[in-house]
């Protein structure tokens, strides 16, 4: 991997230079708590503490909402909405968020891969940055807190500026492009790396693997924890909305009143809500709120193959962003008791 | 294309409802049968489907109701006030005469005066349209799949769903703010939220037995707030959800 080192004071720069790849979007501060990724004119404005964004980094490649296509219903014929996607730089995505993409990758450009999806994929320009993990973050235990892949750069902080893996054709372009910027890494680069990298460790709130909880929580899906915890459900979905790998989307034909026309659209949905576990004849395979709130409980912790991890990328947000203070970490632990590695 | 033939009518409310669906541009095939609001001409008559705004709050209004089910093929309850009694319904469980005097005096009104109840206590409705009022797109999608010979999928989930599609901070997470948009049913696209306002809940608790009045009750008494405020907030727009006061006062056991 190529290494290179940028300093604080042409930090400024090289967000500017970003923009020169496409329209830059990065974390801001958006209410006394919470933070989300917007089109930033001001650089200045960009938040680099912010741990964790309300609308996860999903939000650019499966959009809350859009139209599939166009359908003229009196020539009973369709027509796919693909738009051209201009290239967009995507700042300061930590290590679980970079995973995350990378599963819905698995998901979305499988054997049938999603052509809007892909698109956006294509154009989007990914810029990782380190942190520092607070009491909701366990992606030590999922083995998500480095990535190898799925950057054009990733940065790491020093106490000077960063250290920059690059980590694709299109990173390398930026460094090569802007060589102004950069400058070698030297060994107490290496050093303080490695520092922030120990520190960064020891700030997780527990530690061993989570790589057998999704049998465990099969063993224990009788308990009365799980009766508790779904009494306190509301039911509302903040989990999975706010969830990086939450996926599931309906789809929905709206016509026109004049009857000629009509749209596909496609929305975030959750299994959390009834109607994603309805189906034709009105059997619906999650009838009560226990069951979809295990449901989730099971499908986050379920294997993704490809990566040999979770589906649950431990970034805690679905705690965090939780109005029924339900929480998720806390709860895979109480199940896990008995367990000390 | 076979026009189709709407009645709309108006029991006991505001008539905001069919104020905003007369505000809509409606195309040619669809043809007004009966639109007391807009003309004075036409009586109840056969239409394939019938919007009814307002709650049942008269004896008149209920036998109206009745001829209205009679002639429609698909009847459609518009608003809270029919689909949940509406502001309105919020004195369910007193006694009406005391009400009544309370607000009338002794002045003699004639007319066979209830409280306001959904219309669903007294016919059969085929499909709610829920809001207060509703939402123009929402009005526009029954019309259409109507008009086609189909039907509109309701809703039953909560205006949680919008506020997060639209990446509204959550205010109740936030500020501890009493919002009532996960026992709500969406539609609104988190209207309140964006103005970092709360929801008052005015769309009607969610269909299908999933408004979790106990359990946002048992939130919001965690963020400290007392039973009766809670309770006052819940049974604005809920308080003829089936046992809205039982699972609120679970929660208080
Ligand atoms: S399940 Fe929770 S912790 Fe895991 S990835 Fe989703 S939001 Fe993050
Ligand atoms: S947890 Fe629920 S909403 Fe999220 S991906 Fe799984 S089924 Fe879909
Ligand atoms: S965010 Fe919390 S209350 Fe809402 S559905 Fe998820 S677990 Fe339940
Ligand atoms: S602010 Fe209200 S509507 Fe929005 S997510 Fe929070 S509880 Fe739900
Ligand atoms: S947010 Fe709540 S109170 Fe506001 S319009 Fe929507 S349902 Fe009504």
Redesign the interface.
Known sequence: MRYVKIYNEKMQEFLERLKNYGKLYAPVK?????Y?RKEIDDVKKISFDCLRT??PAK?FFIP??EELFEID?ENADYKEKIEETEPFVLFGLHACEIVALRILDGVYLDEFPDIYYANRRKAGIIIGLSCLPDEYCFCNLTRTDFVDIGFELFLHELPDGYLIRVGSPKGHKIVDENPDLFSEVKKEDIDAFKMFEEKRQKLFKYYGSFDNIRYILELTMKDKIWDEEA????????CT??CPTCRCYDV?D??????KHAKRIR??D?CQ???HGLVAGGHNFRPT?KDRFLNRYICKNAYFYPLGTSYCVGCGNCTY?????INFLENLIEIRRGINA | ?KKLKIGVHGLTSCYGCQLKMASL??????EIVYWNMLSSKGEIGKVDVAFVEGSVSTGEDEEELKKIRENADILVAMGTCATHGGVQGVIFGEDYKKCFKEIYGDNNIEFDGRIGEPIKKYVKVDYNLPGCPPEEDEI??Y???F??G?YP?EK???V??EC????Y??I????NKP?L???TVAGCKARCLKYGIECTGCRGPLP?N?A?F???A??FK?RGMSKEFIKSKMEIFGKQYENMEELINKVFE
């Open positions: 958006i209410s006394d708590k919470f989300d309300i609308m939000k809350p909402y219903i009494e306190k459900c509301l039911g509302c979905g903040n909305m706010t929905q709206i016509p026109d009143i004049d009857g929305f975030w959750s809500f009834r109607s709120k962003f939780c109005p029924a203070n | 294309m541009k409606l195309a040619e095939n669809i526009l999608y019309l259409a799949t008009a086609l189909s999928e039953d989930y909560p949680c769903a997060r599609r639209n990446g901070p959550c109740l997470i936030e500020k919002c948009g996960p026992l299908h999933i979790w106990d359990s946002l048992r939130t965690e």
